[in-house]
């Protein structure tokens, strides 16, 4: 059974950082993509980041070059960096992974998500 559990969730002001961390256990697909997702109230789940088993990154347009995705192996976990934070950033962030790259959009497995609040 896949579990994903979500961390790093917090309050930070404008301009600041956070760092959200995703445990996997259960998941041994070896041609996978894991990803964050985010959800704003009132507004549908978004993609904000992926990273496939081939280490190819992809990132939303509106967190290109404030976000950062990485995963490491060894732990079976997946990060997410973020810099430069704006109020538009706040919402409930979800790691999610898929079992094939090629299905990387519409992910099979979810966490339970981490609450992210940027206030200026």
């Known amino acids: 059974q896949v579990h994903l559990v979500e961390s790093g969730g917090a309050s930070v002001q404008v301009g600041g950082s956070l760092t959200l961390s995703c445990v996997a256990s259960g998941f041994t697909y070896t041609r996978n993509c894991m990803a964050w997702f985010r959800q704003a109230p009132g507004k549908e789940r978004e993609r904000v980041a992926s990273?496939?088993?081939?280490?190819?990154?992809d990132y939303s347009a509106s967190i290109r070059d404030r976000f950062v995705i990485s995963k490491d192996k060894t732990k079976n976990s997946l990060q997410l960096e973020m810099y430069n934070l704006k109020p538009e950033d706040t919402g409930m962030y979800y790691c999610?992974?898929?079992?094939?790259?090629?299905?990387?959009?519409?992910?099979?497995?979810w966490g339970q998500g981490t609450q992210v609040t940027v206030s200026s």
């Open positions: 990273i496939d088993s081939d280490g190819r990154t």
């Open positions: 999610a992974a898929a079992p094939y790259i090629s299905i990387c959009s519409i992910p099979t497995y």
